[in-house]
């Protein structure tokens, strides 16, 4: 495995992401064509993207950092054939090199299932486990996403 940084992302990718997060995250979620993953990737403000690419250089996950309400986020998302390997964590370490603060939204509850019936399982312990801290008091209840918000910061 390796990655690549990038400001930007080629369709080749953004289509390969498209298709990564539909299979990955739950079917509230999908995005339908690829404008609607375009959209989603334009309106992310400074995004720097980390693409985590196997030994033939498809794309087995993506991590992005952004501006958000004037502070630091993050997304990150690995193909489930390349999960529990310690990707995830790999590319949160790539994350934490380059930023004193990340912010993100998790699901924190195995209510949602995926594009293929399974059940969408909720990461938080993962990112517990990774040195974040779940900011109980701040949630986002969406018709499409029930979340909380997680935080880590330079120690």
């Not at 309106?43 to 693409?51: D, G, M």
């Not at 630091?72 to 930023?99: D, R, T, V």
């Amino acid at each position: 495995m390796r990655t690549i940084e990038t400001n930007t992302l080629s369709l080749e990718y953004k289509e390969a992401l498209r298709s990564i997060w539909n299979r990955e995250y739950p079917v509230k979620l999908i995005m339908q064509t690829p404008q609607d993953m375009e959209d989603y990737l334009s309106a992310l403000i400074e995004a720097k993207h980390y693409l985590l690419l196997n030994d033939v250089d498809m794309l087995a996950g993506w991590a992005a950092t952004f501006t958000r309400d004037n502070a630091n986020w993050f997304a990150i998302i690995i193909h489930s054939a390349h999960q529990k390997q310690g990707l995830g964590g790999w590319l949160l370490e790539l994350l934490k090199l380059n930023n004193n603060i990340l912010n993100g939204w998790v699901a924190d509850h195995n209510n949602d299932r995926k594009y293929n019936g399974e059940i969408y399982n909720s990461p938080l312990p993962f990112y517990i486990k990774n040195g974040f801290t779940v900011i109980s008091d701040t949630r986002l209840e969406l018709d499409k996403l029930s979340a909380v918000k997680i935080q880590w910061t330079r120690p």
